[in-house]
């Protein structure tokens, strides 16, 4: 009989988010299906302890590893289980909780359970930064920045991150980079770029909010320098779903692009901050991770012409900044010209 139950491991990340983790051990003993499943409950005990699992329970061929953690719990264990059978299983807990609630996947224990034990597999993208695997987001600029200074700040939970952000943003500037992406390169001044491979950094806050798991594209969001009058239309469009609407938010898709900037610093994937040097080069791998998710989020899937068109559209937009960016260059060279002749010939010239 046991041969026919399908092993599946729990990882629990003591001192990941908020929650009592030993009353989560509890709803699983109580409420995980006993016909389907021969559940096993494994513990980290120091970082990367949860990939070094998952890879073993991956070679043992277990059919599923469920992350009991946040976003840095599910990135050390899916990066074990990309490009295998075993499926990534998600009890939220963290503070954020992006990739989870992307999926749908309930915040309430007993009902996330209930998920496992319906045993519905999707087969999702993963991105990577550099050498990096990220299944949610990463970026450079101020939420990497915010992110540092979570990591640093020894608790945890949303009012911390809030706190954080709310700090940093009053004395934070923005930099300038460059985008090289397909051949072509521009240059943005930029608050912070983000690169969705899904939706939201956590707690319902849409950074790349058009993006799918299985589309074979990264969303792409720039925000631009902004004053303090823009600040509640971007903080009310970021958890409202549209923010791609704003004036000061520029989006596209692409499949990998690279971004260059002045000097090395921080960047983030999933949640976490890791320093890395001028040149970042992001990229999509296409549906290489099996996802243990509601019925109802394999029902939600965008057509695959429907997300090529989107990504038609937006190399569409790209072009159409890079020739507005080349030709404010252009005027730009003009009139320095201009005021160079003015100055040798003490006339004036008539405005292009």
Known sequence: ??????????????????????????????????????PEIEYTEYAGHAVEIAAR???????GVVAIGGDGTINEIARSLVHTQTALGIIPCGSGNGL??????????????????????????????????????????????????????????????????????????????????????TRYKAFLIACGNASQYGNNAYITPQATLDDGLLDVTILEPFTVLDAPALAFQLFNRTLDQNSRIKTFRCRELTIHRSKPGVAHFDGDPVMMGKDIHVGIVQKELRVIVPKSTRGGISTVLQRAQDYINGLKQLNETWREDLALKNKAMLDRGKEQIKRLTNIDLPKF
């Open 1 to 38: 009989m046991n041969e026919e139950k399908k092993k599946i491991t729990f990882v629990v990340n003591p001192k990941s988010g908020t929650q009592n983790k030993e009353h989560i051990v509890s709803c699983i003993h109580e409420r995980l299906d006993p016909e389907k499943y021969l």
């Open 57 to 63: 329970k991956a070679k043992e061929g277990a059919w």
């Open 100 to 185: 989870a609630r992307h999926l749908q996947i309930p915040m309430e224990i007993r009902k996330a359970i209930e998920i496992i034990n319906e045993g519905s597999i999707l087969t999702v993208d993963y991105g990577r930064i550099n050498d990096l695997p990220f299944f949610c987001t990463c970026g450079v600029g101020f939420d990497a920045f915010v992110s540092l200074k979570f990591s640093q700040a020894g608790k945890r939970g949303p009012l911390t991150y809030l706190e954080k952000t709310l700090a940093e943003s009053l004395q934070y500037r923005p930099e300038t980079y460059e985008l090289e992406i397909e051949g072509s390169t």
